[in-house]
C-alpha cells in the first residue's frame, strides 16, 4: 500500500506581509515622534525676534499661578515640580561632564523677573550658559 501525497509542501516564505508590517511600525513611529513636546508644560512665551540655535542640555520651566501668587519650577519637562533649593543640584547631575553647559530657561509671560534672575544666578555661580526660550514674532 504505497499511499502518495497528491499535495506537496512549498518551501517559499512571501516575504509581503513582513514589509507590510515594518511599513506600519515605521508609520507609526513617524507620527508619534512628532506628537512628542520637550514643554509638558503649556507655556506662554513672550516673543523675540532674535533666536539661538545653541542646543541645550537641559531646561528649566518656570510656571506662574497668579491667583495662588506661587511658582512652580519643572527640569526638563517633568511633570512633578522641583522646590527652587533642589534646583541647582539637579542641574549639577545633569550638565557635570558636558563639555558646554548649558541649559534654557521657559518661563511664562507673568512669571516675576527675580524668578528668572534668580535661575540666572545658579547659570553664573556654575559658570553655565543659558538660554531664554522665546517665542519667534
Given at each position: 500500500?504505497a499511499i502518495k501525497r497528491?499535495?506537496?509542501?512549498?518551501?517559499?516564505?512571501?516575504?509581503?506581509?513582513?514589509t507590510d508590517i515594518v511599513?506600519?511600525?515605521?508609520?507609526?513611529?513617524?507620527?508619534?515622534?512628532?506628537?512628542?513636546n520637550p514643554n509638558a508644560?503649556?507655556?506662554?512665551?513672550?516673543?523675540?525676534?532674535?533666536?539661538?540655535?545653541?542646543?541645550?542640555?537641559?531646561?528649566?520651566?518656570?510656571?506662574?499661578?497668579?491667583?495662588?501668587?506661587?511658582?512652580?519650577?519643572?527640569?526638563?519637562?517633568?511633570?512633578?515640580?522641583?522646590?527652587?533649593?533642589?534646583?541647582?543640584?539637579?542641574?549639577?547631575?545633569?550638565?557635570?561632564?558636558?563639555?558646554?553647559?548649558?541649559?534654557?530657561?521657559?518661563?511664562?509671560?507673568?512669571?516675576?523677573?527675580?524668578?528668572?534672575?534668580?535661575?540666572?544666578?545658579?547659570?553664573?555661580?556654575?559658570?553655565?550658559?543659558?538660554?531664554?526660550?522665546?517665542?519667534?514674532?
Amino acid at each position: 500500500m504505497a499511499i502518495k501525497r497528491t499535495t506537496k509542501i512549498d518551501s517559499s516564505f512571501s516575504m509581503s506581509s513582513m514589509t507590510d508590517i515594518v511599513f506600519l511600525l515605521l508609520i507609526f513611529f513617524l507620527v508619534t515622534s512628532t506628537l512628542i513636546n520637550p514643554n509638558a508644560l503649556k507655556l506662554l512665551l513672550p516673543k523675540s525676534t532674535g533666536q539661538v540655535q545653541a542646543k541645550a542640555v537641559a531646561s528649566v520651566s518656570i510656571k506662574h499661578y497668579p491667583d495662588r501668587g506661587t511658582v512652580s519650577y519643572h527640569i526638563n519637562g517633568n511633570a512633578t515640580p522641583v522646590r527652587f533649593d533642589q534646583i541647582e543640584g539637579e542641574l549639577r547631575t545633569i550638565l557635570d561632564g558636558t563639555d558646554d553647559p548649558t541649559f534654557s530657561i521657559y518661563a511664562d509671560e507673568t512669571v516675576p523677573v527675580k524668578e528668572v534672575v534668580a535661575l540666572m544666578n545658579i547659570a553664573k555661580r556654575n559658570k553655565y550658559k543659558v538660554i531664554m526660550a522665546t517665542q519667534p514674532e
